[in-house]
């Protein structure tokens, strides 16, 4: 099957959350065999000669590279109108000139398409079969930040959700299929109402990469991970330093909060300056921070569909501490897989539970690496993706045959 994949962020390396579920679905149908051409936009010189890595998961590939400060303008330049700023940020005429000429020159059985802001390139498109996968609503995000920002940021924030869902409903009409990441997700999907066909497929996790190692662990360390010029993550680290580390203290003087992630601002250095706190920035690599620590905090005021830390963290082992909303995003139980709370004082409780009982702490290290992988393997995840690729392209005989995918009995 010829697929034609297009994506918001070049999937490759697969380092951040908007790569890691595009570049895994490619590397699927790469090795199922279909020629899957992909098109995304790469923001420095850097990273779109970091993308080239691409090459060996694919047939070929188009970059469109865009600067911040460009993408920034249409952006504005899209307040005053009734199309989402997250559409300018997202839109490269270069790709799009790219993708209309791939269009026009080659034959494709399938479009799949990873998130709505890049859903504009190929929307007009009539004779191939589309799928969107929304992977996150992102319009409930911009919602969430309406409420947390300060006045009179929070209208901005509101207004772009208001355009971005209507954009959202929109654009779920013009293809034959539409999905998402999480159940929750999905049903905020189907609660527009649109009259095509949805449904969702979770990501996975790389459970043999992020896996148990025999070294101790430190009872007194905690941390979080996450790129830190991400608002959700700043935001969560500002309040859980503020309101839930000294109550921590208080009771266990000597622990201690590692917050890893690149690019941190100016205010999560300044973290650094509180007692036990160390700000790492970009590290080479994540999991020696996560696997010395006694458990990972995850205590996101703002979270939309599955946080891959999250995962990451209980695939090696390590038990999680989060919050309801980011729990929403993993197949995961609380109590039984994770400890979940919603205000500091829970938040506390849940992380002295885990330090001061190392049993605790073992019982909730298994059964969340257990539950990871029976819940959240990227192999089971594509099974479900195959099943609806192969509803979407029923609808087509000539597509589906040509494709050498058998119709799906249900």
């Known amino acids: 099957m010829r697929i034609l994949y297009v994506c918001h962020r070049f999937p490759y390396p697969p380092k951040r959350g908007g790569k890691i579920r595009p570049f895994n679905m490619i590397r699927h149908f790469a090795e199922s065999g279909h020629h899957v051409t992909v098109c995304s936009l790469a923001r420095s010189a850097a990273e779109a000669e970091e993308a080239k890595g691409i090459a060996a998961h694919c047939r070929r590939f188009e970059i469109g590279q865009v600067k911040n400060p460009v993408q920034v303008l249409r952006m504005v330049a899209r307040l005053p109108t009734t199309i989402p700023s997250s559409m300018g940020f997202f839109y490269s005429l270069d790709l799009d000139r ?67 869902c209507r954009e959202e409903k929109r654009l779920a009409g013009k293809f034959e299929f539409c999905t998402a990441t999480t159940r929750a997700e999905w049903e905020t999907l189907k609660g527009y109402g649109v009259d095509v066909e949805t449904d969702w497929f979770p990501n996975g996790v790389d459970s043999s ?30 309040d859980f330093c503020a309101n839930t580390l000294p109550a ?116 909730l290290a298994q059964a969340g690496r257990e539950r990871m992988l029976s819940h959240h393997n990227w192999e089971s995840s594509m099974e479900r993706l195959d099943r609806i690729i192969e509803r979407c392209l029923s609808r087509s005989p000539t597509t589906l045959r040509d494709s050498g995918l058998q119709p799906d009995p249900r």
Not at 98 to 110: M, P, V, Y
Not at 209 to 236: A, H, K, L, S
Not at 327 to 354: C, F, T
């Open 209 to 238: 990469f992020f896996c148990p190692q025999d070294e101790g662990y430190d009872p007194d360390t905690i941390c979080f991970v996450g790129r830190m010029d991400y608002y959700p993550n700043q935001e969560c680290m500002f």
């Open 98 to 164: 790219r993708i209309r000429r791939l269009l026009s020159e080659e034959t494709f059985d399938l479009i799949f398409v990873h998130c709505s802001s890049v859903a504009q390139y190929v929307e007009h498109v009539r004779d191939v079969p589309k799928i969107l996968d929304f992977g996150d609503m992102d319009s409930q995000k911009w919602f969430e930040y309406g409420v947390s920002k300060p006045f009179p940021l929070s209208l901005g924030y509101r207004l772009e959700g208001a355009k971005l």
């Open 248 to 363: 921590l203290q208080a009771r266990r003087p000597s622990l201690k909060l590692l917050i890893v992630g690149a690019d941190p601002s100016k205010q999560v250095l300044d973290l650094a300056r509180r007692q036990g706190v160390t700000v790492t920035g970009s590290v080479p690599d994540v999991r020696p921070y996560v696997r010395r620590s006694a458990l990972m905090v995850a205590p996101l005021n703002i979270a939309r569909g599955t946080q891959n830390k999250i995962l990451e963290a209980m695939a090696m082992g390590v038990p999680v501490v989060t919050s309801r909303v980011a729990a929403g995003g993993v197949d995961a139980q609380a109590d039984a897989h994770m400890l979940v709370g919603s205000s500091p004082a829970e938040y506390a409780n849940a992380i002295l539970r885990i330090v001061e009982d190392p049993k605790e702490r073992a019982r």
